[in-house]
């Protein structure tokens, strides 16, 4: 899309620039211009395409902010936009008569309405994993870093607390992903880590190195040369690395689709931005790659998970206005509730049944109440009823020998959106639901005869 939008530009006479913040965005930026044969410069210090004269400009933010200028320009799209540059911020504000569009998976920081006016989400991410874009995860929440008390930088655990406090658990994230492994895949598969800090770092490539396996950890204090050439052979099918570890890196510009592990040890006190592009490492498709687990060691996942449900039904509708909001964090009698005593798998919406070992918990209107622990039991019975539905209508599609995965196009129909994450253990379907099933089929040929009349 951004570079139709430049080529567009181009054509009327005009100039445009596409910002971003790393250079191996820039590079394959220009690469991928270069493929469809499109002319442009590169703004970027030292670059060999360095052309101030074309029309397009690829830019490097960095550059720019020690140069302090833009070229003349018509069209300005920002890479990575919810990263908020005074410089790029400055720019918007006094260049009213530019187009500017802003592209980012992740709009959600603060007062980024101040500076974007209008928010575009063309597809959801439900629709993505129902479409086999993106594969859907499943979670299960491990041993997590105990930050009850860390310090905070602008809102943010501090960096130093976060590291002390990772470390404290490298063992049992390495013997959790041993555990699971083996358990759902039957041996290693491609891992990410995204550790607390540098020293985390280092401390887990070496107990995975004693557990018998290879783990690279990789951060911003590496050389850049050595990064690229760690990627290069992770991203080989038969690579020698088990797992990249990665240190506030490999959120932007990495793409290595047949990763099937996530481990989350990084705990964000209110980034979700940053928790969601970590699950997008793991999340990208590839073939025969049915999901990808996630191991949350960080407590990332619950503490965000409404936002994240909201985010993967909805996508985005507006952008943030800069007030103040608080996030309450769970108590440990919710953390627990929330997952599988048997596996430790994430409960789906309302369900009693765990999808992932079969476990059966005792129904919700059997069990006391643990007070902040069953709240919003209205919603919740919903979740269930929807969740009971799903599972017989996979039953039925398997009774018709239809792909399990028309079922979600009957929970379509019925709910009016799709069906979240992966789908439950198929049912036997009721009579209710049979007869539901019927007269939907009914309203679809009726609809249909009327629209070939």
């Known amino acids: 899309m951004a570079i139709a939008l430049l ?80 410089m790029m911020k400055h720019f918007i504000k006094n260049n009213p008569d530019v187009r500017v569009v802003g592209l980012t998976a992740t709009p959600f920081t603060k007062g ?41 930088v602008a809102g943010e655990w ?25 358990e759902v895949f039957g041996g ?26 290879n783990f690279v950890s990789l951060s911003y204090n590496d050389d850049d040369q050595f990064k690229a050439d760690a990627i290069a052979e992770f991203s080989k099918a038969e690579t020698t690395i088990h797992g990249l570890i990665a240190t506030d890196i490999l959120t932007k510009g990495f793409d290595v689709s047949d990763v099937m592990i996530g ?45 994240w449900d909201d985010v993967f039904d909805n996508g985005i509708n507006e952008l943030d206005d800069g007030r103040e909001k608080t996030k309450k964090e769970l ?13 430790a798998h994430v409960w789906p919406g309302g369900a009693d049944t765990c999808p992932c070992c079969g476990f059966v918990r005792a129904r919700r209107t059997d069990i006391t109440a643990v007070p902040g622990e069953l709240q919003e039991l209205a ?7 929807k969740q009971e539905w799903l599972s017989q209508f996979v039953g039925f599609a398997i009774e018709k020998n239809r792909k399990p995965g028309w079922a979600a196009y009957l929970f379509e129909d019925k709910f009016g959106q799709l069906p979240k994450g992966g789908l439950p253990d198929p049912a036997e379907p009721s009579p209710e639901v049979r007869r539901w099933i019927k007269s939907n089929f009914i309203r679809k040929a009726k609809g249909k005869q009327k629209e070939a009349a």
């Open 7 to 86: 080529e567009a530009t181009r054509v009327k006479g005009n100039r445009s620039a596409m910002v971003l913040d790393r250079i191996v965005l820039c590079d394959q930026t220009s690469a991928r211009l270069q493929k469809y044969g499109i002319d442009h410069g590169v703004i970027q210090s030292g670059h060999w395409r360095y052309r101030p004269y074309e029309p397009i400009q690829i830019c490097s933010a960095q550059t720019l902010e020690k140069r302090g200028h833009f070229p003349g320009l018509k069209l300005l799209i920002v890479d990575e936009a919810h990263q908020t540059r005074e």
């Open 188 to 213: 290693p598969r491609k891992t990410v880590v995204f550790c607390s800090g540098v020293a985390h770092g280092a401390d887990l490539a070496q107990q995975f190195a004693a557990a018998g396996y």
């Open 263 to 307: 481990i989350s040890a990084r705990p964000f006190s209110k980034s979700l931005s940053s928790h969601i592009q970590q699950m997008g490492r793991v999340m990208r498709s590839h073939p025969g790659k049915e999901f990808a687990l996630w191991l949350d060691h960080s407590g990332n996942y619950l503490r965000f998970q409404d936002d």
């Open 112 to 152: 980024l309405g101040a500076t974007y006016t209008n928010v575009v989400s063309s597809v959801t991410t439900a629709e993505l994993v129902r479409l086999g874009r993106l594969a859907p995860l499943r979670v299960f929440i491990a041993k997590e870093i105990d930050m009850t008390g860390a310090k905070k």
């Open 331 to 343: 108590t440990q009698n919710e953390k627990e509730a929330a997952k599988c005593p048997a596996c």
């Open 379 to 385: 919603a919740n019975a919903e979740k269930q009823k």
């Open 158 to 182: 501090a960096q130093d607390e976060v590291t002390t406090r990772g470390m404290k658990i490298t063992g049992d994230i390495v013997a959790e992903w041993v555990k699971k492994t083996h």
